[in-house]
Structures are given as structure tokens and as C-alpha cells.
């Protein structure tokens, strides 16, 4: 039994494969029988079966956009606890840009970021 991660991207997992074909075709598997729910482009969370919902929280998937991708402004403080208001939007800085986009009813706001040198911690899959 193979064991999946919450969140993948291409860059995650195409070692183990031979070819870009065979990678495309695992991750059409995966999403035709419902393991893998799709985020974004390249972004891919692993579905709970019981619920039918994804595994990831919300500050998990933001981490996980880019490379350099943070949570920030209120959506940090909404994770340590400290707003007292739970939001659907997360605000998201990051050095690489991307598309504001929606998933789980949740928008992922991009805030560009200088560099991020400050920071130390990413919630982690």
C-alpha cells in the first residue's frame, strides 16, 4: 500500500516516474477515481474519503502554491488563533506571482513579497 502525501505537485513526485507520460496518466488515475481532488494547475490535494473533502487545511494549500508562498496578514493570525474571525479568504505572499484563484470555497489572495529572508516556518504537508 502506497502511501500519498496531503498535497503534491509535479515537482513532488515526477522522479518516480519514467517519463512526463506516465506521470500524466498516474495523476489522471488519481483524479478520475477521486484520491486526488485538483487545487490549481500543479497543485493536488489528497480527497478523505469518509468526509469527500480534502485532508489539507486551507494554510496548508496556501504554503504550498509556490515555492516561496506564506500565509500572511490575517489569515497568519487567523492560524496562530489570535483574530478572533474566521475568514474564507487567505491571503498569500509569495516571491513567485500567481492568479488569485477559489478552492473549498476559500479565495487565495497573492501579495507579492519582496524576499522572505524573515521568514522561518511554512505549515507543512
Known amino acids: 500500500m502506497e ?4 498535497l503534491i ?12 507520460k506516465q506521470y500524466s496518466n498516474w495523476i489522471a488515475l488519481k483524479l478520475k477515481s477521486n484520491i486526488y481532488k485538483k487545487v490549481r494547475n500543479n497543485l493536488y490535494a489528497l480527497v478523505d474519503p469518509s468526509i469527500n473533502d480534502i485532508y489539507s487545511t486551507k494554510f496548508e494549500v ?5 515555492e516561496s508562498s506564506f500565509i500572511c ?9 489570535i483574530a478572533n474571525q474566521v475568514f474564507s479568504n487567505v491571503f498569500v505572499g509569495s516571491l513567485t506571482r500567481f492568479n488569485n ?9 497573492f501579495k507579492s ?3 522572505i529572508r524573515f521568514f522561518r516556518w511554512k505549515a507543512s504537508n
Not at 502511501?3 to 496531503?6: A, S, V
Not at 496578514?73 to 488563533?81: R, V
Not at 478552492?103 to 489572495?109: H, Y
Request: charged share 30%; glycine share 2%; no cysteine.
Open 101 to 109: 484563484f477559489v478552492f473549498n470555497d476559500n479565495e487565495f489572495i
Open 62 to 66: 496556501a504554503s504550498k502554491i509556490s
Open 3 to 6: 502511501i500519498l502525501p496531503k
Open 113 to 115: 513579497a519582496k524576499n
Open 9 to 20: 505537485t509535479k515537482k513532488d513526485v515526477i522522479d518516480k516516474f519514467e517519463n512526463e
Open 73 to 81: 496578514y490575517h489569515s497568519a493570525l487567523e492560524y496562530y488563533g
